[in-house]
């Protein structure tokens, strides 16, 4: 926030918003952004209320430079920390010797296990990676000491002198093979992190057509922007503030609790600036090793994570070996599934037991079939630990369903999509665990929609358009144009049994003589656009204009996780509950004035409203009698943990679609492909703000792309070969073709407003839309992605 | 050593500096100019664009010593006088912003594009963005933004263009 070197920054509490009651006296000079009430206030006339693309309210300091993210936070006298990891990803270690690395001058600390007060364990699912290695290392890359100096790069140096004695053990590298009996423990309970079972229908079903595949999936990094950071800072009571870029608040508190020994009042966590997640930041990265430092110093301590450690200090999409087996009668109809998964988790949990649900949950696609019988294992290796990024076990499993539907459609001599479209769930379908899908399922609607989208032109002349761009590999020759579809499907919120809540408080009152409300949850913005879309609830439930967005920190209750495609619903119901028994209170205002009696009392445009009579009122008129403010907790419907043995049960809250077409030109000879075209439909339910859906939808669908042609994590014996972004190559401007967007909007009636989790269904279809295209235009098998060109140009 | 330099036309020192550190880290860390962005600190990802003497630079790659001296505009120097910039402008109305992290970078390149050509076509956008990634957007927002800019800049002040 500061631009002036190292004059006094502006305070959070100087930008307009209102900072919430309880904060440590000392405030970063660069601190996390809430969103100023002034900035892109509604103009007159304009509601801004749900169904507008209003715009961002924190768009203007993000294009100012002025919007602090994680790794911009700086306090005078703050140290940086930095984390010595292990070489190895598989090694006992005998002894750590920090003291030439303590003797550097400019080091304050270097910390170990031993330092670890409270429970050294951590876990979204099992608490069962240390935060520090202490005897046992289980991945290269794991963390086993911390370091704090007045400059990074004393803090490097130093960390580069600590000494650790390690035996190297063989590791274990392929989750296959990890399952055997006598392959070695890498936990107390074995390598199994979980085994999902489905089982419907006939165990023993026939068809008249049969096809069978196997298929791998490459490890997908998040590559977020913005690297994982944040700013300890010590309370000088033995509590620490901690301001992070990160997805779920309430979540890390709990672990970082655990692990300093600290109840929750002595830990508080404040939303810094947050440059994109993806799944990549529920997991604990740097934050108990700044509290830990920060607590040890007594000074402030900043991490931030360079690229290359970046890619050791998150969890990645986990890869995956799958077996399909599809049988269909010859008139098309889908008669049974088979498919054994094998996700790889890595060293630890992470979120794998929910990704193997959602793998195997919705392994067979969103169609109709009667017999499913599906295995699908999570196991713990010595590789990179996995967990949860877009799509989270639903982008791997489509990869091999689609590829499987188009392999059935040309058994049946079918078109794709008409074979697609048979087949497709509907609502009142029901699927392979059993749940009856009570809400909108337009999956043939979706894919006709692209299916009728207009092709892109062929053949430019130039260069940039065609694959190998201006490589100048191709002037056309050799080039042949391919069209595949795609279509896949993903729950919204937690699954089977999860108490899945957000919390909102919403307080309403007279500012400088105007109502103003301001909304307070711990919901993290990430940069999807959730801060917008408070401030678009508020304004429809409550007709008032001026929204003030608190910053998003401990002091309210928990909003649950920014993943799963969940907050606008459930953060958003919270806020639109909470608006609700505000509304009830003013308008009990309004009653006990009571002149007249009032029927179909409501607020819009700053007035109380009620029908067949003028305006009863401005708000403000009911608010002299003071604030009102109240604080909601906002569950959807439960959900049911599945039948172990059969995997049946209410698993999944909501399901939300998408349908893909690519157009891809790919040249043969060289095995290089140039997506043309990708093109999208997807039902939203409603969109609270089209431009911010629009957007997501883009967004989600290039990481698709990216996952099908280029992206992923290299890993041989358990080491990263590309953790740079020269060798871990995510997609440009000149990779990502147009993108016409069908949006539609059948709503749930189950959701607030009818609204669908938007963010990860395009993540799902996209990249198997694109490897369909390219084994159209190659008639190549392509079983693995990301396809590379010697999978296209070399010996089939 | 000490590094002089005009940044964003005001005049600033940074004493102490480690010859290893980069432009970067002098504008973010010891500048209080924490606008231009880290994301990878290798030249791969146009997050820390700025204008060196009026040239677009990765201030990653630009070793500090090399500013020393010199005219250096970055996000923060954009607009003038607290109004936007049609670029910046443009990026907010086109929702080319989601996270934000790498858009100091592209309004930089995107700007100096804009002053290079006025009306480039969509090939002409892609390659001059090439180096810039952004994770979030897919880019399609960005190249609408570019367009809106180009647009209301032709339409000239106080017209919008769109
Ligand atoms: S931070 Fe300079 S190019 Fe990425
Ligand atoms: S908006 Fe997040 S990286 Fe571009």
Redesign the interface.
């Known amino acids: 926030m500061?631009?002036?070197?190292?004059?006094p920054?502006r305070e959070p509490g100087q930008s307009g918003l209102l900072a919430p009651a309880g904060r440590a006296p000392s405030r970063p000079r660069?601190a996390p952004d809430g969103v100023p009430a002034e900035a892109?206030r509604p103009g007159a006339g304009e509601t801004a209320g749900i169904g507008t693309?209003v715009?961002?309210p924190?768009?203007?300091l993000?294009?100012?430079?002025?919007?602090?993210?994680g790794?911009?936070l700086?306090m005078d006298g703050m140290l940086w920390g930095v984390t010595l990891r292990s070489p190895h990803p598989h090694a006992r270690i005998r002894s750590v010797q920090i003291g030439e690395a303590l003797a550097t001058t400019g080091v304050h600390a270097v910390l170990t296990s031993a330092d670890v007060p409270g429970q050294n364990a951590y876990g979204l699912e099992h608490a069962d990676q240390p935060v520090l290695a202490a005897d046992l290392v289980r991945y290269a890359g794991e963390p086993v000491a911390l370091v704090a100096a007045d400059?990074p790069?004393t803090a490097r140096l130093a960390a580069s002198r600590i000494m650790v004695d390690y035996e190297v053990l063989p590791p274990v590298t392929d989750p296959v093979a990890a399952l055997a009996p006598d392959a070695p423990a890498l936990h107390p309970g074995g390598n199994l992190v979980r085994h999902l079972k489905i089982r419907k229908g006939d165990p023993e079903p026939t068809a008249d057509v049969v096809v069978a595949g196997s298929y791998q999936i490459g490890m997908q990094d998040?590559?977020?922007?913005?690297?994982e950071a944040g700013l300890a800072v010590p309370d000088g009571a033995g509590g620490v503030e901690l301001f992070v870029s990160t997805q779920w608040l309430h979540v890390d508190q709990r672990q970082i609790c655990a692990a300093l020994g600290l109840p929750a009042e002595r830990v508080r966590l404040v939303l810094a600036?947050?440059?994109?997640?993806?799944g990549g930041r529920e997991d604990l990265s740097m934050h108990v090793h700044a509290c830990l430092l920060a607590l040890h110093t007594g000074k402030p301590v900043k991490m931030?994570y360079?690229?290359e450690e970046s890619f050791f200090g998150h969890v990645h999409r986990h890869p995956v070996w799958i077996d399909y087996e599809h049988g269909a009668s010859s008139d098309g109809t889908l008669v049974y599934v088979t498919a054994t998964m094998h996700l790889d988790g890595g060293a630890y949990a992470s979120s794998t037991p929910a990704v193997v649900g959602n793998a195997g949950t919705m392994g067979a696609g969103p169609y109709v079939v009667p017999n499913v019988r599906i295995d699908a294992y999570g196991v713990y290796t010595n590789n990179p630990p996995c967990g949860a990024m877009r799509g989270f076990g639903s982008v791997q499993a489509a990869f091999g369903y689609e590829a499987q539907m188009d392999k059935l459609a040309a058994a049946l001599g079918m078109d794709p999509v008409e074979f697609r479209c048979k087949n497709a769930m509907r609502m009142g379908s029901e699927g392979p665990t059993g749940q009856v899908l009570d809400s909108p399922a337009p999956v043939a609607e979706l894919l006709r929609r692209v299916q009728r989208m207009p092709l892109p032109e062929s053949g430019s002349a130039?260069l940039?358009?065609l694959p190998g761009g201006?490589g100048n590999t191709t002037h056309g020759e050799g080039i042949v144009r391919g069209i595949g579809y795609a279509v896949g499907y993903k729950n919204v919120g937690f699954s089977e049994g999860f108490d899945d809540y957000s919390t909102a408080r919403v307080r309403l009152e007279l500012t400088g003589g105007e109502p103003v409300v301001t909304v307070h949850t711990a919901a993290a913005e990430?940069?999807?656009?959730l801060v917008t879309i408070e401030q678009q609830i508020c304004r429809t439930e409550l007709g008032v204009g001026t929204v003030v967005v608190v910053p998003k920190d401990t002091s309210v209750g928990s909003a649950g996780s920014t993943s799963a495609s969940r907050q606008t619903y459930v953060t958003g119901g919270a806020v639109k509950a909470a608006c609700e028994a505000v509304r009830e209170r003013l308008l009990a205002r309004v009653r006990e004035r009571g002149e007249r009696e009032l029927a179909g009392l409501r607020l819009a445009d700053g007035l109380v409203l009620a029908d067949g009579a003028g305006p009863v009122g401005a708000i403000g008129e009911f608010l002299d009698a003071g604030p009102i403010e109240e604080t909601v907790q906002w569950r959807h419907r439960p959900t049911q943990p599945i039948d172990p043995e059969t995997g049946q049960g209410f698993a999944h809250v909501q399901y939300a679609f998408a349908a893909h077409r690519a157009v891809v030109d790919v040249d043969t000879e060289l095995g290089l492909v140039k997506v043309v075209a990708l093109d999208c439909a997807q039902d939203v339910g409603r969109a609270l703000n089209p431009?911010?859906v629009?957007?997501q939808i883009?967004?989600?669908?290039?990481?698709g792309l990216g996952l099908a042609v280029m992206e992923e994590i290299q890993v041989r014996d358990g080491l990263i070969a590309n953790p740079?972004?020269?060798d871990y190559l995510?997609?440009?401007?000149?990779d990502?073709p147009?993108?016409r967007i069908d949006v539609l909007e059948y709503p749930d009636p189950h959701a607030p407003y009818g609204v669908r989790g938007v963010g990860e269904p395009p993540t799902i279809s996209s990249g198997p839309a694109v490897v369909a295209a390219i084994r159209a235009a190659t008639g190549r098998d392509l079983a693995r992605v990301p396809v590379r060109p010697e999978h296209i140009a070399g010996p089939a | 050593m000490r590094i002089t330099a005009t940044v964003n036309g005001t005049t600033?020192q940074a004493d102490d500096v480690?010859p290893?550190?980069s432009l970067l880290f002098v504008l973010?860390?010891?500048?209080?100019?924490?606008?231009?962005?880290?994301?990878?600190?290798?030249g791969?990802?146009g997050?820390c664009t700025v204008y060196l003497d009026g040239v677009p630079v990765c201030a990653c790659l630009v070793a500090a010593g090399q500013a020393d001296g010199r005219q250096i505009v970055?996000?923060?120097g954009?607009?003038a006088g607290g109004a936007?910039h049609p670029v910046?402008?443009a990026?907010?109305?086109a929702?080319a912003?989601?996270?934000?992290?790498?858009?100091?970078g592209l309004?930089v390149a995107a700007h100096d594009l804009l002053a290079r050509d006025p009306s480039p076509s969509e090939?002409d956008?892609?390659?001059a963005?090439?180096?810039?990634?952004?994770?979030?957007?897919?880019?399609?927002?960005?190249?609408d933004a570019v367009r809106l800019a180009a647009a209301r800049l032709a339409a000239g002040p106080g017209g919008d263009g769109a």
């Not at chain 1, 500061?2 to 004059?7: F, P, Q």
């Not at chain 2, 973010?28 to 290798?42: T, Y």
């Not at chain 2, 963005?129 to 190249?143: H, S």
């Open positions: 500061t631009t002036s070197g190292r004059e920054g660069r892109d693309s715009r961002r924190d768009g203007r993000k294009v100012t430079g002025e919007f602090a993210y790794s911009d700086w400059h790069e998040q590559a977020f922007l913005g690297p600036g947050v440059g994109g997640a993806f931030v360079s690229r130039d940039r358009s201006v990430v940069g999807q656009g431009q911010a629009v957007g883009q967004g989600g669908s290039a990481q740079s972004f020269t995510i997609p440009t401007i000149l990502v147009p993108m | 600033h480690w290893g550190e973010r860390e010891r500048m209080g100019l924490p606008g231009s962005k880290n994301a990878c600190e290798q791969e990802c997050s970055t996000v923060e954009l607009a936007l910046q402008q990026f907010i109305d929702g912003v989601q996270c934000g992290f790498c858009t100091p309004l090939a956008v892609r390659e963005l090439a180096g810039n990634l952004c994770r979030c957007t897919g880019y399609e927002k960005i190249l």
